[in-house]
């Protein structure tokens, strides 16, 4: 009975709250049993990994503090709000839609890359590792507003950009950066809130909606598209290729012209469809082509060539090349706006030296 007792007494000696058994002479440091002590949490974001090697603690202590501050971030931003345009004919309206994107991981990826290991303790008895990892919340939020303000700088620049520079082209990139940058600061904001104990952000020096209104204002009063193309169906994909620019959000002035210095830009080409002979008793086949070529003014310089052709089959001839009609509609279209989007918005990405070397249809 006594040896029972002493044995009670000895078991509840080495629990300690928490759940945690400890033996004499183990006794963990401060930061284990009350972290929020050690590294108040107006000062640290904290976690706390336990694993058999110091090196798989250290990384749970790392995903524990990722957990939080992400979880956290995530809070914030659920209610961030962008816009996206939709055309419908002649009537447009902004859409609010709920994004938690891409930016916030980023943005997110780059504080936590100021995640330490605070501390690290060693209990031989059970042969395991304790890490505390932390983020000096002082340390981070003097990083985010560095990045901040050179954002901010940057965005002041694309914005004056958008709205005075004298090429059209380059003050649809000067927009449309300024739009993509201030995205990217909402994702950063989101992760200042997290940060200061405060939960207060910085305001930026513009709204995505303002210099949203500003380039579609511009692109619909000043921005001059023209298109001219020949051959089979090309009333029908010169609509199509005028849709796709609208989706696009370049749906300014675009009308049908043959003056090559008649607009911004000129989106000049071909269209053909034609019967081929094939040996299959069921189906009747068409080929179709396309080659347009994108030109920029003043001077009609020559910034981009697609050429696109395919094959498409019906029991019928004719339903054959509705069929190809309706293909080469989509592809060519789909082309056309990928490129200008590209080349406005990417410049760097794009070549500066186009030429056309080759053509998808046959020349006579």
Known sequence: MTFRIFLLITVWLGVLPGGCAWLAGETPPDWIMSPHQVYPPDRFLTGIGEAESREQAEQRAYTAVARVFSARV????????????????????????????????????????????LEVWYQPSKHQFFALAGLDRQQAEHGILERLDTLDATIENMVRQ???????????????????????????????????PSGESLMAPYQVPTIQREFQDFVSRDLVITVSLTGDHHDELERAILDGLKQEGLFGNVTASTSQ?????????????????????????????????????PGHKLIGVISETGREGHITEREAQVRASGVMQHVLSREVARFLTQSLLHPHDTPSDASRTSHACPQP
Not at 265 to 271: D, F, R, S
Request: glycine share 6%; hydrophobic share 35%.
């Open 74 to 117: 995530k809070a914030q931003s659920i209610d961030r709000e962008t816009y996206a345009l939709y055309e419908s004919g002649d009537m447009s309206h902004t859409q609010r839609a709920l994004q938690l994107d891409h930016r916030t991981q980023v943005t997110t990826s780059k504080v936590l890359e100021n995640v330490n290991v």
């Open 162 to 196: 958008g709205r005075s520079h004298q090429q059209k082209s380059q003050r649809i990139r000067g927009f449309k950066e300024a739009m993509r940058l201030l995205e990217d600061r909402t994702a950063l904001n989101a992760d200042l809130r997290v940060i200061r």
């Open 261 to 297: 210095e008649g607009g911004d830009l000129a989106i000049e080409g071909q269209g053909r469809i034609w019967t081929v002979a094939l040996p299959d008793p069921l189906f009747k086949y068409v080929r179709w082509c396309g080659d347009i070529d994108i030109y920029e003014n």
